[in-house]
T-cell receptor
Framework: NAGVMQNPRHLVRRRGQEARLRCSPM?????VYWYRQLPEEGLKFMVY????????ESGMPKERFSAEFPKEGPSILRIQQVVRGDSAAYFC?????????????FGPGTRLTVT | AQSVTQLGSHVSVSEGALVLLRCNYS??????LFWYVQYPNQGLQLLLK??????LVKGINGFEAEFKKSETSFHLTKPSAHMSDAAEYFC????????????FGQGTELSVKP
């Protein structure tokens, strides 16, 4: 069973461009979480999605950031008009359910660099 | 609001020495508690977790942690450090029945000296 897949692993964007980060959860997992890790900091929760639904987006910046998890295909985290402060590692995690006993499995991350 | 505090952003031990990484949480309700390890340029791997039951939890690679409600702590220990233990360690909490999001501490970088 393949783990959580994220691509690209490294992404370089110029200021003002768009960044699209993809996450394919583990097989059988229908819950996806996105976290951001800024340099020298811990991970910060961004958004929690189930198929076709955003469950909790309390950690998402109000502007330029959006996320989706369509019925088919990977989850996408989209950052419009990137700025230098968006440079970070973005991690996706998946779980098979929402119950308290379900643990989250993390992908290898996408490292975004904004020049 | 919940928060997680990891005391010491850098911890250095000698190979074979005891590893102790500290984690304290603040929550009005005892949460679920986790320790993750992150090797350079990789994702997070779960070391161990506490949900209910026995307060001393054993994890992978010889690590264990004890949930102490009275101290609101969940410190991570390993009796004898190995060079391969050098990594970043994160403590995290998740509130009971509050969805799945994890609240992470700022991390502790463990160095192991030969």
């Amino acid at each position: 069973n393949a783990g959580v897949m994220q691509n690209p692993r490294h992404l370089v964007r110029r200021r003002g461009q768009e960044a699209r980060l993809r996450c394919s959860p583990m097989k059988g997992h229908s819950h996806v979480y996105w976290y951001r890790q800024l340099p020298e900091e811990g991970l910060k929760f961004m958004v929690y999605l189930q198929k076709e639904n955003i469950i909790d987006e309390s950690g998402m910046p109000k502007e330029r950031f959006s996320a989706e998890f369509p019925k088919e295909g990977p989850s996408i985290l989209r950052i419009q008009q990137v700025v230098r402060g968006d440079s970070a590692a973005y991690f996706c995690a998946s779980s098979p359910g929402q119950g308290n006993s379900y643990e989250q499995y993390f992908g290898p991350g996408t490292r975004l660099t904004v020049t | 609001a919940q928060s997680v505090t990891q005391l010491g952003s850098h911890v250095s031990v000698s190979e074979g020495a005891l590893v102790l990484l500290r984690c304290n949480y603040s929550s009005s309700v005892p949460p679920y508690l986790f320790w993750y390890v992150q090797y350079p340029n990789q994702g997070l791997q779960l070391l161990l977790k506490y949900t209910t039951g026995a307060t001393l939890v054993k994890g992978i690679n010889g690590f264990e942690a004890e949930f102490k409600k009275s101290e609101t702590s969940f410190h991570l220990t390993k009796p004898s450090a190995h060079m391969s233990d050098a990594a970043e360690y994160f403590c995290a909490v998740r509130r009971y029945n509050q969805g799945g999001k994890l609240i992470f501490g700022q991390g502790t970088e463990l160095s192991v000296k030969p």
